[in-house]
């Protein structure tokens, strides 16, 4: 897995400015940028503060793991692999994280929208929704508000 590409997608700043700073730079580059480099890019000092963010690279190596244990792939914008959909939208994600069958995310889908804070019984009964549809072969979308987008497919379909 891109590490350097992960760390970009785990830091919470709008995708609108991972775009521009990835439209003028490679992620590597970004990697290695520090507090003048991204004030020259005319970023704001919150943003500055969550790319420098110690936390994002300590935790990669566990990160990762979890990643490749779940079965979980990163997809950026510019993958041939991203979704042709999310290409025309107008807050177009940078990153994506898939689990299940990345062949099928053109495919019609359905969109799980609920609260940062549901309940456990709310997460219950998303979860639930969400494994019934994917088990119907239905795309389930979950957009993970309070972290990075997330596009999740339940099983193995249309292989």
């Not at 503060?49 to 990643?67: A, F, G, V």
């Not at 041939?80 to 299940?100: E, H, R, T």
């Not at 009964?125 to 239905?138: M, Q, W």
């Amino acid at each position: 897995m891109d590490i350097y590409n992960i760390w970009f997608a785990r830091i919470e700043i709008a995708n609108s400015i991972k775009l521009r700073l990835l439209e003028q730079s490679n992620v590597e580059e970004i990697w290695k940028f520090n507090k003048s480099d991204l004030m020259e890019l005319g970023l704001k000092e919150c943003s500055i503060n969550q790319i420098l963010k110690e936390e994002y690279r300590e935790k990669l190596d566990k990160y990762i793991q979890y990643l490749e244990r779940n079965n979980i792939e990163l997809i950026s914008y510019k993958s041939k692999d991203y979704p042709y959909k999310l290409k025309n939208i107008m807050d177009l994600p940078a990153y994506i994280f898939v689990k299940g069958n990345k062949n099928i995310l053109d495919d019609d889908s359905v969109a799980i929208i609920g609260s940062r804070l549901c309940s456990e019984i709310g997460k219950k009964i998303a979860f639930n929704t969400a494994k019934e549809l994917g088990d119907k072969n239905i795309n389930v979308v979950s957009g993970l508000a309070n972290r990075n987008r997330y596009i999740r497919t339940y099983g193995e379909f249309k292989k």
